[in-house]
């Protein structure tokens, strides 16, 4: 909401002529910040790379508030393949305020873990999605995570080696 005053000035010459040139101009404008507007700043998981049988992974979502008004968010985890979903911070609400002066109020940061039911061998894609502004408004970001195969089993064969006997000694 603040008026700002813009002075520009500009000299130049006539390649031609060589005659300088001098113009000016201003205007006034005011800067208006949005109501509503959030942003995943960062969102990373750890580990990225789960070894066989571990699914259990801590996900780190920073959120900033870059509006003019306090948002009360909802954070979800969602594999981007099978489209199940993980809502984290307990359900409840994660409020980001918007008190500029103070870093801890308009940067909130969730770090939840998840025990991933639904991770295939390989990349899988988790999309981090904050629902705000009552639900309207939306932001995202992916994530990967790869969980290693557990790789088949070959069975071992045993191998018995038999001397001959000679049954026909005298």
């Known amino acids: 909401g603040d008026n700002f005053y813009v002075?520009?000035?500009v000299t130049a010459n006539n390649e031609e002529t060589?005659?300088?040139f001098y113009a000016q101009d201003?205007?006034?404008f005011e800067a208006k910040v949005p109501d509503s507007a959030l942003d995943i700043t960062r969102a990373t998981a750890s580990p990225a790379i789960l070894?066989?049988?571990t699914n259990r992974v801590k996900f780190n979502i920073e959120l900033t508030n870059l509006g003019d008004s306090a948002e009360d968010v909802q954070v979800f985890v969602r594999n981007a393949a099978t489209a199940k979903e993980y809502?984290?911070?307990n359900g409840d609400d994660v409020e980001v305020d918007d008190d500029f002066s103070d870093e801890d109020a308009f940067i909130q940061v969730v770090d939840e873990y998840v025990t991933l039911t639904d991770a295939k061998s390989g990349s899988n894609t988790y999309t981090v999605v904050a629902y705000y502004d009552d639900g309207d408004k939306t932001v995202s970001k992916d994530v990967t995570v790869t969980q290693?195969?557990?790789g088949a089993t070959v069975p071992t064969t045993s191998t018995t080696t038999t001397t001959p006997t000679n049954n026909n000694v005298p």
Do not use: I
């Open 87 to 89: 809502q984290l911070n």
């Open 18 to 20: 060589g005659y300088a």
């Open 51 to 53: 070894a066989c049988g």
């Open 26 to 28: 201003s205007d006034d």
């Open 7 to 9: 002075l520009a000035e």
């Open 148 to 150: 290693e195969s557990c």
